[in-house]
Structure formats: structure tokens, C-alpha cells
């Protein structure tokens, strides 16, 4: 096919290309199969760990020559050889830049000239001194309401180099306070409906452990999850332990379930059983499910008086007895197009198996995403299996490999946002605000209007200058054209980043800031499991002016006269690090857990422990399951609440007190289908985290004809007459971008698959609205939260058309250096 020769030959490029062709060669190309990555690191190489594990990297004293993922990583991430670009690609940041109108004129300047006017090289005093002027002069004209630092996004690990907390410790030393935010845009929805349901924030929780998965559930269905890809990463370092599980389970032959408008890796691996459901149609097939439990009397009635609150109200709604529409399987199968035999099928093995519910977040990044989450464990409450080992439902096997059993290694302390107390008392003693982190568009635009939040009445601040660490908004943010024309109201916008990402581009002032690679720091192995502690070395000194997060900061603290209060009198890195493990030492003695001296645990660099019994044994819910009583859940009935009284006080019209299907702003049954008849899945990449390593050698992994991928089915590119390999349009009312077609029959007919982070590259960045020249889905999706309650993003509810591309594609220029003006 095509496709592959493509393929063969963006790898063979790849190898010809840059010294990353070492990398990649050292890596081998079998990713994420056992075994497959070449283990030759030296003694004499240096330890370090990213967002995609723990490696070894051999220098030549300046530069990374060579890197081998550690040994006690089976299931490296293929994203490994990217990892080490970024410190080498052309879109580096090199030196501390400033937008040249700006450095004329400062906040007055001309804003509209944003992400399209020429860089100027500032020395690092320079730029201390710009940045530390204006912050103090939004903070004395405006007050701390007057500055963003929400800074929200997937910052590098490390406990030190923490770059959200150094942003708000410096600013919190300052005093006035700033505004800051509320949730992710990972879970929204569910982080806020979940603790109405079962009192907690449930997303972010360990999940029955993986080996009782493996000896107890029958079923296993990924219901809008791909733990196959997007385990390749964690938020602190992750040990793969998930690729273990799903071996061991898949060893067994059992049942894999896959609900998912693409026929993802996860149904590949498994060889699972696809259910192609339409896009954004979830909650209705699972109320089909519920509704042939019930009539079929197969749910579980005890389970559900025992440890459950509200079935009696939500069954009138199940039932149709007020609207006239009982939520059959036939009802369903017209809203999702899943065969109604199959919803009742489902539903009966379900019953009849011991099954797990295991659901990605696609599903709450959804218009009225909380929806379907509170629907998930009303049917896992049906099943009456919650408790029970490998039943019920688990919303973190597809991240950060949930499911890993726990050790006994203790945690490490970490760099502190300086706020008394630890807690956000910025928020009350300095009058300044916190809003839903997705709203940040919104009260740019609307200064001082109220929103409804979760039962709260939350009033934007008026905000001046925004502050971004650590975060790439231009890629994450939902509406670019909007969000493009509601940054103009910014007097300044501040960034630091290491890659000249859409969102630097965009900024006012660009510090330039060492990877992970180029400084010290520490970090947790296993986000649930706890395996170890990795030391994060230094592995080069700083490229180019580089400096660390900390050290800007520590410099615009002592601009401040704040510098003491800033470094608590430490001097250097390891100064932090070295407190951060003694920390945990402590806490190892208390559990009477034996740990190497500091010094001793650096010079390996790794340290990890076996996994408990208690750990391998860990069933979900099993304690609330034994005594309801004495593990109440913090609900206010302390059982499940699949009727909420608290939902239905805020009295909510796109909320309401059980789960309901509701339409979506936008979806394929809809009215506007007809104009935009496909759906658009922005689905997390596979060869990146987010928009990380999009400027990396990586791309030749993916891109077609440079562009981002799109992935058509046979039939939607025939009727349109696309060819793999063509350059195509997808656009509706929000704006356009350009891409390169994949035809492919892993996605369904009506929907196409962009991956959300690719880069936004505005063919006019000064004209908002301009086509989009390598692929950001962002450009295309609506800016609108879930509902009241948890005004989280909707990143998946996005409908558009394409066509082939007629006239000769702009040439990219987003993934070389701005223009800079000598
Ligand atoms: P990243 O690409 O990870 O995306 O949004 P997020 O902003 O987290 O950006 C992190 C940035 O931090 C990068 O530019 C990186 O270079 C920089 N960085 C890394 N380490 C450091 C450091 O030490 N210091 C500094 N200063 N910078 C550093 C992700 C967000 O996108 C998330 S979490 C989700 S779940 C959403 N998903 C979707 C989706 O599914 N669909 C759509 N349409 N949109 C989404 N957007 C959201
Ligand atoms: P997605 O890829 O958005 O991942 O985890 P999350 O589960 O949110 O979606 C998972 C699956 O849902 C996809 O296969 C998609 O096709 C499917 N899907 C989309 N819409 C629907 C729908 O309406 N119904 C159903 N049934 N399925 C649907 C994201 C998680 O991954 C997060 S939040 C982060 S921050 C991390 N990000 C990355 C990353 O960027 N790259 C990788 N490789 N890994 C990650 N892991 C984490």
C-alpha cells in the first residue's frame, strides 16, 4: 500500500537526517514490543527520565549521542527518540526574545501584530529587568486580578523544576495574589460529576490491580479508551507496568471489548471485538444496556438498595413514563448506530460475566460530557459488581498505567507554590480569582461576567498580562480563531518554553528554558504504582542561553528583593533534590522501609521496589463492597448516588439530577450534520504527548506530504474523490486547516480522526480566521464548557467536511524559527 512506502520512506529519511538518526537506530524500531529496543548503555552513560521513562543517555561531553531505554523498562515508549530532539531541533529557543513592537512600546504596543511580527534578541538582564517591571506595574495599577497564572499544561516531571509552582511561588512572594484556575483539561467533567456520584475525584485513583484483572475478569471492555497508546506515558515517570497487565491478560484468551469510532491499536493488540459507535452517543447505548437489564430482570437489585441511592427516581426516565421514550436498545441503535441485537447482547454477557467497565476520558470531553461517566457507573451499578475482583468500572486503565500494583516506596516532598498554609490562600487574602481552567477564553472576553460553576456563581477578573509555563494554550485551547482575537486584550503575555511552540509565538516576551536533560532533579516512578524513585540527571549543560524555570524565577525574586525568601537559602539543584529524597526517607522509616543514602541512591540513580501483596491483591471498592457502613463513600448518602439532591438544588437545563442523554451542541445526528457530515475524533497522538515533540524528528513518522494526518474512511474519501496521500481541507463555520489524507479503514464512515497538538500554523497570523497550514483540530473545535456544573472543555464535539486540497499547499512555517529582526 501507499501508506507503508510512505512510511519505509519518511524512516529512511529519518536515519539519513540529523544526529537523532543515532538516536533512533540506538532504539531500534520495534516500539513497544518486549524486548525489541536495543539495551547498550555503558556504565559511564548518565540516567535521566521524561514523561515517556526512564533512559540512559551516552554524550560526547556537549551532546546526546546515543540513548538506550533502562533495563528495567519492558515496554518502551516510542517516543523516545523525540524525547532527546527537542534539545536539537530547529524550533529550540535559543536566546530570551522579545516581540519587537513590544520592546518599542511595551503593553501599549500594537497587539493585532501578535504571532506575526519579528523577534528581537534581548540580553538575559534585559529581559529580567522588562519582565519584572511590568509584572510590578500590572500588580500596582490592577492588582493580582489583573495577572493569569493558571499557566495550565503538561510541564516536564521533576519535583524541582516544577515550573507552575515556581511561576506562582515567585508571584505569591510578590504578595498580590493572581488568578489561577480549577481542573484539567484531561477530565473537566468527570473530576467535577464524579465526587456527586461516589465522593471522589475517582479519575485520578489506583484501580483494581491488574493481576486480579487478569485471574478474575471475563470481560474486559475499553469503552472510549486506547490503553494500548496512551499508556505510553505518565504524569511522573511511568514503569509500563499497564503493558504488563494487558499481556498478561491478553496470554489468557479472554474477552477484549473495544467501544471506539476507530479500530484503535488497543482492538489491534487484543484482537478485540470493535464496536464502532458513532461519536459522542455513548450514554445512550449505555441506557439501551440498562434499559434491557431492566426489563430483562437482570440487574441486580441488592447491589443496587445496598449501596446505591436514586434508582427508583432514575427509572421513570429509563423507562419513557414522562417523555414518551423508553431508552430501549432500539431507541439507541437510531442515536448511536450500534445494532440494537448487539446493545441487548452486550448487555447480557455483561450480566452474565465478570465484567469490567474500563473507560477512557474521550467521553467526558464531550457537550455534557459528565453525562456519560455517571451513566458508566449507573450501569456498573446495575451489573451489581463494583467490589467485587475485576468487576465494576475503572476509569484510569488506558493512564499512567492505573492498574500497576502498589509497592511500599514512600513519597517525595517537592518545591511549594510559597503559599502559607499550603493551601490557595491568594484566593482570599489578596481579593484575586480562580475560574474553570477552560472558561480562560471566555473571561478574556467578558471581564466581570458571572458564570454558574458547580453550584458556585464565578465572576471573571479583569486580566492584563497572563503568564504560561509549561503549557502550549495554542495547542490545548478549543476555538483558535476565537482565542486568537481574545488574546489581543492582553496588555503582555509572558512564556518560557524550550520549542518555539504555537503559544510562543504568540507571546509578547520568550525565555528560553533548559529541558530535563540539562538540569538535576528527581521524580516518582509510577504514577499509581509507586514503583521507585529516578534520579532526572543533568545530562548536558544548558544549550545555547538557556536557563532553568527556577533560575529565572529565583532572578525575577531577587529583582524583587525576594530572593532568600525564593531559594530558602539553597544554593544549587541538588541542594532541593537531596531534601526531597531525605524527606522520604523519613517517611521510609516510619513505614519501616530501608533507603539508600542520598549519595548512594544518586550515583545509581534508580531505586525500586517490589510490589506489596496488599498491592497485587487491591480490588476497587472491595472495602466499601465489605461494609458499606464503616467505608461510606463521601457522598452525602456515603453510597452511590445514581439520583443526585445536590445536582438537582443547582437546578441546572444541561444538567440534570441523574443521567440523561442530551444532544450535543454538534454531533452526526444533529441539524447541522447535513452542512458537516463528519465527525471530527481528536484523539491523542501516538507519536507525541499533546503537541510535545511535534517539532521533533517524529514527524517523519506520521506527517503525509509535511501535513498533519487525517485519517478518512474508504467511503467518505471516495464519494469526495481523495486519494491516500492528498492534501486535503477540513473546515466549518469556526475556520480550516490543511492535512494530509490517510485513507484507512480503522476509522469509521462519517468520521474522520485528527490528532489533537498538532501545530497551529496560521498561513496569516495576523488574520485570524487564515487556513491552517499543518493540521491543529483546535481550529475547528467549539469553545463552550460541558454544562454548568463542571464547564469543562469539549474538545470531541467537533463536526466539519473536506475536500481535496486544489491549489498549491503554502509551504509550513511553523516548525522553523520565527522571524527574528538582527
Ligand atoms: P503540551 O503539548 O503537553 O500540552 O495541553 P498541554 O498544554 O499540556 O504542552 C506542554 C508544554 O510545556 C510544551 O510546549 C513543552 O515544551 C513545555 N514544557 C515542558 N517542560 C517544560 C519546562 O520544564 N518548563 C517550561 N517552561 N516548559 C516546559 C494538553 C491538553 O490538551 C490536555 S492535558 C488535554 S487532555 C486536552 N486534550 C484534547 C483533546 O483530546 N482534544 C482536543 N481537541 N483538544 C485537547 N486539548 C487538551
Ligand atoms: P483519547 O485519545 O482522547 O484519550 O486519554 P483519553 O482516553 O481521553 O480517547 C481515547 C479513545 O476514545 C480514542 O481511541 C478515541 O478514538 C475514542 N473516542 C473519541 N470520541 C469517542 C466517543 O464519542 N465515544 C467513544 N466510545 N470513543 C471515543 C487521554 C490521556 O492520555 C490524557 S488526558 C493525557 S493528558 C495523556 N495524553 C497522551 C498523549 O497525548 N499521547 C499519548 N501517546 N498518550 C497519552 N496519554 C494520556
Known amino acids: 500500500m501507499a501508506r507503508s512506502e510512505d512510511r519505509n520512506l519518511s524512516r529512511r529519511q529519518v536515519l539519513e537526517g540529523s544526529v537523532a538518526a543515532g538516536l533512533l537506530a540506538a532504539l531500534g524500531n520495534g516500539v513497544l514490543a518486549k524486548g525489541a529496543f536495543a539495551q547498550t548503555a555503558a556504565a559511564s552513560d548518565i540516567l535521566s527520565a521524561s514523561h515517556w521513562g526512564v533512559f540512559k543517555a551516552t554524550t560526547d561531553g556537549t551532546r546526546i549521542v546515543k540513548i538506550a531505554a533502562h533495563e528495567k523498562d519492558p515496554y518502551p515508549s516510542r517516543c523516545l527518540p523525540g524525547v532527546i530532539d527537542v534539545m536539537y531541533s530547529p524550533t529550540r529557543i535559543k536566546y530570551p526574545m522579545v516581540r519587537a513592537g513590544y520592546l518599542k512600546d511595551g503593553y501599549k504596543s500594537d497587539r493585532t501584530k501578535r504571532g506575526a511580527e519579528e523577534f528581537v534578541r534581548v540580553s538575559w538582564d534585559q529581559a529580567i529587568d522588562i519582565v519584572a517591571k511590568e509584572i510590578d506595574r500590572v500588580l500596582t495599577t490592577h492588582g493580582g486580578q489583573a495577572v493569569f497564572a493558571g499557566s495550565y499544561g503538561w510541564k516536564s516531571p521533576g519535583k524541582l523544576h516544577n515550573c507552575r509552582s515556581l511561576l506562582q511561588r515567585y508571584l505569591n512572594q510578590l504578595g498580590k495574589g493572581f488568578v489561577s484556575h480549577s481542573g484539567d483539561y484531561s477530565t473537566g467533567a468527570s473530576q467535577i460529576i464524579m465526587p456527586h456520584v461516589v465522593g471522589k475525584l475517582e479519575v485520578y485513583e489506583q484501580q483494581t490491580a491488574w493481576p486480579v484483572v487478569v485471574s478474575d475478569t471475563n470481560t474486559l471492555v475499553f469503552w472510549g479508551a486506547d490503553p494500548f497508546n496512551t499508556n505510553q506515558i505518565g504524569w511522573l515517570i511511568p514503569e509500563h507496568g499497564a503493558y504488563e497487565g494487558m499481556k498478561a491478560y491478553k496470554d489468557t484468551g479472554k474477552k477484549v471489548i473495544v467501544i471506539d469510532p476507530v479500530r484503535t491499536e488497543t482492538v489491534d493488540y487484543f484482537n478485540a471485538q470493535w ?29 443496587l438498595k445496598d449501596y446505591c441511592t436514586g434508582f427508583d427516581q432514575f427509572l421513570p426516565y429509563l423507562l419513557g413514563e414522562k417523555d414518551k421514550t423508553p431508552k430501549t436498545a432500539e431507541w439507541a441503535s437510531a442515536i448511536s448506530e450500534v445494532p440494537a441485537d448487539l446493545i441487548k447482547e452486550l448487555a447480557r454477557s455483561f450480566a452474565k460475566n465478570r465484567t469490567m467497565l474500563a473507560s477512557g476520558w474521550s467521553i467526558q470531553r464531550q457537550h455534557h460530557g459528565e453525562q456519560a461517566h455517571w451513566m458508566l457507573v449507573t450501569l456498573a451499578c446495575m451489573l451489581g459488581q463494583i467490589g467485587l475482583p475485576g468487576g465494576g468500572f475503572g476509569l484510569s486503565y488506558h493512564y499512567s498505567s492505573g492498574g500497576t500494583p502498589e509497592t511500599a516506596c514512600p513519597a517525595l516532598s517537592g518545591i511549594t507554590d510559597g503559599s502559607k498554609a499550603g493551601a490557595q490562600p491568594w484566593l482570599s487574602e489578596a481579593g484575586s480569582a480562580s475560574i474553570p481552567l477552560a472558561r480562560v477564553v471566555d473571561m478574556l472576553e467578558n471581564p466581570g461576567k458571572t458564570i454558574d460553576f458547580n453550584g458556585k456563581k464565578i465572576t471573571y477578573p479583569d486580566v492584563k498580562l497572563s503568564y504560561w509555563v509549561g503549557g502550549n494554550p495554542f495547542a490545548h485551547h478549543q476555538d483558535r480563531n476565537r482565542m486568537v482575537k481574545a488574546w489581543q486584550k492582553l496588555d503582555t503575555f509572558i512564556v518560557h518554553d524550550f520549542q518555539w511552540t504555537p503559544t510562543a509565538r504568540m507571546a509578547d516576551i520568550v525565555l528560553p528554558v533548559t529541558t530535563s536533560y540539562e538540569r538535576d532533579d ?123 439532591k445536590n445536582i438537582e438544588k443547582m437546578a441546572y437545563d444541561d444538567c440534570p439530577p441523574h443521567p440523561t442523554w442530551m444532544e450535543p451542541l454538534e454531533w452526526l445526528g444533529g441539524a447541522t450534520a447535513k452542512t458537516y457530515p463528519l465527525h471530527v475524533v481528536t484523539k491523542h497522538p501516538r507519536y507525541r504527548l499533546h503537541s510535545q515533540l511535534c517539532g521533533t524528528i517524529l514527524r517523519k513518522e506520521y506527517a503525509v506530504k509535511e501535513r498533519a494526518p487525517l485519517l478518512i474512511n474508504p467511503k467518505d474519501a471516495e464519494a469526495r474523490g481523495i486519494k491516500d496521500g492528498d492534501i486535503v481541507r477540513l473546515f466549518n463555520d469556526r475556520g480550516q486547516i490543511l492535512a494530509g489524507a490517510v485513507v484507512t479503514d480503522k476509522v469509521r464512515a462519517n468520521c474522520v480522526v485528527c490528532e489533537e497538538g498538532n501545530w497551529y500554523d496560521p498561513a496569516d497570523p495576523a488574520k485570524p480566521g487564515s487556513i491552517c497550514k499543518f493540521g491543529d483540530p483546535n481550529v475547528l473545535t467549539p469553545d463552550i464548557g460541558t454544562s454548568k456544573l463542571a464547564q469543562g472543555n469539549c474538545g470531541h464535539t467537533v463536526i466539519a467536511q473536506v475536500e481535496k486540497y486544489a491549489g498549491e499547499a503554502p509551504a509550513l512555517t511553523v516548525f522553523v524559527e520565527p522571524k527574528m529582526k538582527a
Do not use: C
Open 275 to 303: 464496536v464502532p459507535i458513532r461519536p459522542q452517543t455513548d450514554s445512550a447505548v449505555m441506557l439501551g444496556m440498562a434499559h434491557t437489564l431492566y426489563t430483562e430482570k437482570l440487574h441486580d437489585e441488592k447491589f
Open 522 to 644: 528527581i521524580e516518582q516512578l509510577g504514577d499509581y504504582s509507586l514503583r521507585g524513585i529516578v534520579a532526572m540527571k543533568k545530562i548536558v549543560p544548558p544549550m545555547f542561553e538557556a536557563k532553568s524555570d527556577y533560575d529565572i524565577f529565583r532572578l525575577l525574586a531577587k529583582a524583587a528583593g525576594k530572593e532568600k525568601e525564593f531559594t530558602e537559602g539553597k544554593n544549587t539543584d541538588l541542594d532541593w533534590v537531596k531534601t526531597f529524597y531525605d524527606d522520604a526517607a523519613k517517611l521510609g522509616k516510619e513505614k519501616k522501609v530501608t533507603m539508600p543514602s542520598f549519595d548512594e541512591f544518586w550515583k545509581s540513580g534508580y531505586l525500586d521496589f517490589p510490589a506489596t501483596e496488599e498491592g497485587k491483591k487491591f480490588v476497587r471498592y472491595g472495602d466499601f463492597r465489605a461494609d458499606p457502613v464503616f467505608s461510606a463513600l463521601g457522598t452525602p448518602s456515603g453510597k452511590i448516588e445514581i439520583y443526585s
